[in-house]
Every structure is written in structure tokens, then in C-alpha cells.
């Protein structure tokens, strides 16, 4: 016999959206459950580096929506554990030449502009930053408000916060139906153990995000993209900042589904160096890449030559939830009223995660909203022709 829980609201996905979703809502006093096939970070936010990152985003939507986040981020870690381990390092985006430094220089300009602290370091400066960068550098800029959390952590920390101030967890329950009213409104969803009811659910699912919207008679376009983080031996501090070259921020706003990487490279507080990015679309292909592994290494040594001789102890990889117009969508869904979506943050969710658990968190409550929503209206996406299944479409259920 299922169990029944009334509820406010039902959250799809125990990732770190969808526990800092739970989170911002119990604080405002709703009675919310979260319920996820599998553990706490057991898709995305588990293979994540956890880059909370302004540096690269141009001025407009998410950039505001990053901002945002920044500093709740901040909040965030004085209220948490310190086990969530985060660090505000800062991100160091160098360029190879002079063409590279003046775009960069053009991108910081309208960064500033948006409320971002961007300083250009010259050439005869980086080294002061980082000392075992690689000569000849045309020079960077500094992002101080950049950081760092410890992802699965940060889910983990948020999530059990929510659950202290009254949100359910559901673990290890997947949702097989979202239920519905005779008029076509969301009343709850279904699991093989329980039937939580709600005139809300948020979909939370990251890369099953399409799936889910699915299940409730919408289209969601969201599809996988793979990427891959390379973890070394333990280490010195030889890597202050979390680094990178220029390339990355066109890497991360490509649309492209070829192999793309370009060397993110920070320490951690534990010694190890994390070595990213990779993206390319694969549907879910789990199996290693070698060639992304091999581009990774190689680009990190050329911005650390001490890296060269370092170990790599394991890679790890997993994907990204993209939409096609690199923003995620966050609120309701008018065309199915009580469906609300917070899902399609690609590589970002880690670092939109708590300003996305506030829009939610307002849409759910009826509270004025900290930015404008619009830009991340689910159904601004054409829907798909009927009979229509993208090949990227996850075959298993969420």
C-alpha cells in the first residue's frame, strides 16, 4: 500500500539545485520533499569541480543570475559546515597574445559594467599570482569574486539543512508519474513506495531534466553533454587560483557537439589539482575517451609546465545538462500549472545553485523575485514535433 504525504511541494532531484531549491524553500516555511532515484549527488553535481564562477560569463541573464548566487554562496558558507570546503581563490584567465588580451579586455569591460570585479594583470605581473606559470604570457585578468566549493558536499550540507527545518528526503525512490488533476494540474507524483501530494513539483533532474517534463506532457530540450576532470597526486599549493586560458569561455558558450577543451586547472585544500574542461555531446556515453584525456594533460602542462611530471592518480567524468540557448530554466511552467522547472545549468549549476533554490523558492511562496525571471521561461523553446525523441534522450528513467 503507498504511503501519502501532503505536501507544498515535491522537488525531483537531490543534486545540488534541487537541495539548495529545498532549502530556500523550507526557509520561507513550506512544506517541501525531495525524492531522487538515487543518493545525494549522484548525477551531475557528484562529477562537478565545483566552480562558482563569474569570470566566465558575459553581461546579461546568467551573469546576473551569477552574481546573484555569489554572494548567497558567500552566506552560504558561514551557515554550513566547513566540510563543503569553500574558497574564495579567485580565477585567473590568461591569455597567449596581445589579439587574445585586448578580447579579454573587451569581455571584462562589459563584465564591469554588470556589477563584476575584473583587474588585468600584465604579463611581467602573472607570475607574482602564479609563480609556476609558463613564460611569455601576454598577460590576464584577476576575478577575485570567484571560488570554489566542494560539490557533493555542498549538496549533501544543503540538503540536510533542508531536512532540518522540516523537508523530506526521499532516496533511492524513483519518480514514475507525475500526477495529475482532472483539469490538468499537477497534484503530486508517484513512486513504487509513496504518493507525495502537492499542487507543486520542481524539476530538478539536471540531465533527465527533458524526461521529467516529459512525464508531465511538456517538452524540455534539455540533452547531456560529457565532460571529463582530471585528478593529480597530492600536491603543494603550486596552483593559487583556479586557472585558465581565454579559450574556455568560448568553449562554454560553443553549441558545437564535436570534442572541445580547454585547461581549467586549481588546487584544492586537499593537495590534489583538478584538471578540466572537457565538453562534447554523446548522448550518455559513459565510456573513457582518451583523446580528451590526452588534450586535458597536455594543455595543463603547457600552462603549469610543473605539471609535466606529475601523476595522475584517476579521471572521472559526467554530464552537463544543456539547453540550446546556454540558459537554464528556472520557474513555472504555464503550460502545465503547478509544474515548475530548475534544470538546464550545463557546467554552472554548482555556481547558480542558491540564486536558482530563490527564484524558485519565490515562485513557489509568491514572494517578489531577487532578479527578473523571463530570460529562463521554460517554455521559450519551440516544442518538438510529435513522435519527435532526440537522440541524446536518456533511455533510463530519472
Request: proline content about 8%.
Amino acid at each position: 500500500m503507498l504511503n501519502r504525504h501532503s505536501l507544498d511541494a515535491v522537488i525531483i532531484g537531490a543534486g545540488v539545485v534541487g537541495a539548495a531549491c529545498a532549502y530556500y524553500a523550507a526557509r520561507a516555511g513550506l512544506s517541501v520533499a525531495v525524492v531522487d532515484r538515487g543518493p545525494v549527488a549522484g548525477g551531475t553535481t557528484g562529477a562537478g569541480e565545483g566552480n562558482l564562477l563569474v569570470s566566465d560569463k558575459a553581461a546579461g541573464p546568467e551573469l546576473d543570475l551569477a552574481l546573484l548566487s555569489t554572494g548567497l554562496w558567500r552566506e552560504l558558507a558561514e551557515a554550513l559546515p566547513e566540510e563543503t570546503e569553500y574558497e574564495a581563490k579567485g580565477g585567473l584567465v590568461v591569455a597567449p597574445d596581445e589579439t587574445t588580451l585586448k578580447a579579454l579586455r573587451t569581455f571584462a569591460e562589459g563584465q564591469r559594467a554588470a556589477g563584476v570585479e575584473a583587474a588585468e594583470v600584465g604579463a611581467a605581473s602573472l607570475h607574482d599570482l602564479e609563480p609556476h606559470l609558463a613564460p611569455g604570457l601576454a598577460g590576464g585578468f584577476l576575478y577575485p569574486q570567484d571560488a570554489q566549493v566542494q560539490p557533493a558536499q555542498a549538496a549533501a550540507r544543503l540538503l540536510a539543512a533542508a531536512a532540518a527545518s522540516g523537508a523530506e528526503v526521499h532516496l533511492g525512490e524513483e519518480v514514475t508519474e507525475i500526477l495529475l488533476d482532472g483539469a490538468g494540474a499537477v497534484r503530486g507524483v508517484r513512486t513504487p513506495r509513496s504518493e507525495l501530494l502537492a499542487p507543486a513539483v520542481v524539476n530538478a533532474a539536471g540531465t533527465w531534466g527533458g524526461h521529467i517534463a516529459g512525464l508531465a506532457g511538456v517538452s524540455l530540450p534539455v540533452l547531456p553533454r560529457r565532460g571529463f576532470v582530471l585528478v593529480t597526486e597530492p600536491l603543494p599549493r603550486v596552483v593559487r587560483h583556479k586557472v585558465y586560458a581565454a579559450d574556455y569561455i568560448a568553449d562554454v558558450a560553443s553549441g558545437s557537439a564535436a570534442l572541445q577543451s580547454s585547461a581549467v586547472v586549481e588546487g584544492t585544500p586537499s593537495g590534489p589539482v583538478l584538471i578540466g574542461a572537457t565538453r562534447e555531446r554523446v548522448g550518455f556515453d559513459r565510456s573513457l575517451s582518451t583523446e580528451a584525456l590526452r588534450r586535458l594533460a597536455a594543455q595543463a602542462a603547457a600552462l603549469f609546465p610543473v605539471l609535466a611530471g606529475v601523476r595522475v592518480l584517476r579521471t572521472y567524468h559526467g554530464f552537463r545538462p544543456y539547453l540550446p540557448d546556454h540558459l537554464p530554466a528556472i520557474g513555472r511552467d504555464p503550460r502545465r500549472p503547478g509544474l515548475l522547472h530548475a534544470c538546464g545549468h550545463e557546467g554552472a549549476g554548482i555556481g547558480l545553485a542558491p540564486a536558482t533554490g530563490v527564484l524558485i523558492a519565490a515562485a513557489l511562496s509568491g514572494a517578489e523575485p531577487p532578479l527578473d525571471p523571463e530570460p529562463f521561461r521554460p517554455d521559450r523553446f519551440a516544442p518538438a514535433p510529435t513522435g519527435h525523441r532526440p537522440a541524446d534522450t536518456p533511455e533510463e528513467n530519472r
